[in-house]
């Protein structure tokens, strides 16, 4: 099986402050990789840079994604060859109904694959296939007709973006501390709809956060621990397990990184 994400050596830059400084990881289709780290590691920025952000610059190495150079993909482009972002904190979008904008995202989708789809996905088969995906995650379908985000929980926010996951069926999704701001019964419902969307559509994915409580639902293959702009250690489940045990001193003292005051 072949890497659907794979970077090498890359370094990004913020107003000329290094903030990532060589790393190196590759994410095959069905994986679930947990990148962990303690606050100002480069997390967020790892995961910005790969959805295109303008502020985050590469200055060296290589991020291929299905092949293709992602680096040189504007943000959109990235999202159609299969990318996806779960946001930290989503934005309301009022006026605009989560069906419209599914819709709307899908069918850029299709255009994208076949520039010749001018009409893209007919409104009652649309219909019908957000039902299917709404019944699949156990959403109900009033969910559909609520203005995007606006009025919504912490909770409600993220089962969002697994049902636009859902809909959408990236190669890659990359989960950006999607555990933020969450209750133990919210966690377990997005994390059990991650998992689930992991095994069905044979997606990549990469959680980013800073605790392992997420990791109890998800199940990752991988766990990668970022400190200082470097991957500092690799493992399984068992890693991240050590860490909501221990905490990060252990690797500070091992590593040689100042403990924060």
């Not at 994400?5 to 290094?18: C, E």
């Not at 997390?43 to 295109?52: C, E, I, M, R, V």
């Not at 060859?81 to 069918?107: D, E, H, I, K, S």
């Not at 649309?126 to 019944?135: A, G, P, V, Y």
Request: net charge negative.
């Amino acid at each position: 099986m072949t890497s659907v994400l794979d970077i090498k050596n890359l370094h990004v830059n913020i107003d000329d402050q290094a903030i990532l400084k060589g790393i190196d990881l590759a994410v095959k289709q069905g994986e679930i990789h947990a990148i962990m780290g303690p606050n100002g590691s480069g997390k967020s920025t790892l995961a910005k840079t790969l959805a295109g952000h303008p502020f985050y610059e590469p200055t060296a190495g290589s991020v291929t994604f299905d092949g293709e150079d992602l680096l040189e993909m504007a943000p959109d482009e990235r999202s159609r060859a299969g990318m996806f972002l779960a946001f930290q904190y989503p934005v309301a979008v009022p006026g605009v109904t989560v069906a419209n904008f599914l819709r709307q995202a899908l069918n850029a989708r299709h255009r994208a694959a076949d520039p010749d789809d001018n009409k893209g996905i007919s409104i009652p088969e649309f219909r019908r296939l957000l039902k299917s995906k709404m019944d699949s995650l156990g959403m109900d379908h009033k969910f559909a007709g609520r203005y995007l985000n606006e009025g919504f929980s912490g909770g409600e926010k993220k089962r969002n973006e697994i049902l636009q996951m859902a809909v959408l069926e990236p190669k890659v999704a990359i989960m950006d501390e999607t555990d933020s701001g969450l209750d133990i019964d919210a966690l377990r419902i997005v994390a059990e709809g991650a998992q689930k969307l992991t095994q069905e559509l044979d997606m990549g994915v990469l959680i980013i956060t800073h605790y392992q409580r997420i990791l109890n639902y998800v199940k990752p293959d991988y766990v990668h621990i970022l400190m200082n702009g470097r991957f500092v250690e690799h493992g399984g489940p068992e890693l991240a397990l050590q860490l909501e045990e221990h905490g990060y001193d252990w690797l500070r003292e091992k590593y040689g990184e100042a403990t924060p005051a």
